[in-house]
């Protein structure tokens, strides 16, 4: 039997890490499960439900910028402690909400506690894990947040079945206090004050002074710099939020199944996620280790997987085929995700001093894409009754992300002492030096 002691330090402080991403979903997604036992018994009308689920939405928007600046001005060990606090105690709430307002307020505490969490989980990542091994890192981390995602409806059904929903909500926060209590006792910010870390790990992390850096933030040169990574993760965002809101009802209702059956092609469209997530990480670390071209490791990956999925995806429009569409909406999913591992990595590459704060800026364009998509989505079913047309604006977003992905260029670090035009390169100038990358 392998024992722990096999595994080195900065294995486990990712296995960590990936804990906090796994509970994080799980306490973000339980409330689907449990709306119709929460409906039932608080008396909230359809209205009063959809506003308790877009409540989350807009502080974890927000929380992207602000968390990502924290984490970098107190480090992800505090910080991480107050978001875990947070969301812990605002998951917990829940299981106690006694209507609509109490409810609200829960949600959007629970969106500020996780808002901050990826981008300063991020950071903690640039301080622990080489370069080659960023892409990976970031790949399985999301993929425990994609099985959060599938777990979570049959764990929460057990837990009300067995208890009821709200024991459900407080089970769920206990089990996010413990993360909690594991990474204060466990992590530590700069990998040579960790009493477990060895030379050899050492020699392979990033150079200390970057890890210990507290500087002034230059938010605009930053922001104008990250803001074709934030465009890029629009589009992405825009594709994963419609499929994790509407792929159940879209089996539901356009092909008619009764919900066992919805759920079990959703479980297996959500689980080629999870494939894809570590697909993306293994190929753009394996491509950066083999090159040595950060801009070939990360973007080729990206545009691939906009470009798979774009394709995979044409046949929902065309096929009412219910084997055809599952297959199709699978692959599609998996080249969606293989874009999640190169793109986190790159804010890390980009600005590892910064890495919070430009992770954040990145992530914002995700959380404003999970603001618009599902209500897009759902106005379009609405208006025309069709459940493939709404489809027709992912494929155009697809293709837009693998052309902003063009102009990412996780080559040319951010500095903010470079002269002005290194620093913020012309984008005909940006397109033409990646073309000649991808060559």
Request: proline fraction near 6%; hydrophobic fraction near 50%; aromatic fraction near 12%.
């Amino acid at each position: 039997m392998l024992r722990l002691t096999r595994f080195r330090t900065t294995d486990r402080i990712l296995f960590v890490i990936c804990l906090m991403y796994l509970v994080t979903y799980i306490d973000r997604v339980n409330i689907s499960t449990a709306a119709p036992a929460m409906q039932a018994e608080l008396g909230l009308s359809n209205f009063e439900l959809g506003l308790a689920f877009s409540a989350f939405a807009y502080p974890y928007a927000l929380f992207q910028i602000l968390g990502g600046r924290l984490g970098d001005r107190l480090g992800p060990h505090k910080t991480l402690i107050i978001c875990g606090i947070v969301w812990s105690t605002a998951t917990v709430m829940i299981g106690f909400a006694q209507g609509a307002i109490s409810l609200i307020v829960a949600r959007v505490l629970l969106g500020m506690g996780e808002g901050s969490a990826f981008p300063t989980a991020t950071r903690a990542l640039s301080n622990w894990m080489p370069a080659e091994k960023r892409g990976f890192a970031q790949g399985i981390t999301h993929a425990f947040a994609r099985f959060g995602n599938a777990m979570t409806p049959p764990l929460i059904a057990f837990l009300i079945l067995t208890l009821s929903w709200r024991h459900a909500f407080i089970i769920s926060g206990l089990i996010s206090f413990v993360w909690v209590a594991v990474w204060w006792l466990y992590f530590r910010d700069d990998p040579r004050n960790h009493k477990g870390i060895t030379p050899q790990e050492l020699e392979n992390l990033p150079d200390p002074k970057i890890v210990g850096e507290r500087k002034t933030l230059p938010w605009g040169p930053l922001l104008r710099r990250m803001l074709p990574v934030t465009i890029t993760d629009f589009c992405y965002g825009w594709t994963l939020w419609m499929f994790l809101n509407w792929i159940p009802s879209y089996f539901l209702h356009q092909h008619q199944l009764e919900l066992k059956k919805s759920a079990i092609f959703a479980a297996g469209v959500f689980l080629a996620g999870v494939v894809g997530d570590l697909a993306g990480g293994w190929f753009s670390d394996g491509i950066l280790r083999r090159t040595g071209n950060t801009t070939l490791a990360r973007t080729s990956v990206i545009i691939l997987g906009f470009l798979g999925a774009f394709v995979c995806m044409l046949p929902v429009m065309f096929s009412t085929d219910l084997v055809t569409v599952a297959i199709s909406l699978s692959a599609a999913f998996f080249f969606a995700e293989l874009i999640v591992a190169p793109i986190w990595a790159t804010p890390m590459d980009i600005a590892p001093q910064y890495s919070g704060t430009a992770s954040g800026f990145m992530n914002f364009g995700f959380g404003l894409a999970g603001m618009i998509s599902p209500v897009v989505f759902g106005l379009i079913i609405d208006l025309t009754g069709r459940w493939d047309l709404p489809f027709s604006i992912s494929l155009a977003l697809l293709l837009v992300g693998a052309g902003t992905a063009l102009l990412i260029r996780p080559d040319r670090p951010f500095t903010e002492q470079a002269p002005e035009k290194e620093r913020e390169p012309d984008l005909d100038q940006s397109l033409a030096a990646a073309v000649s990358d991808m060559k």
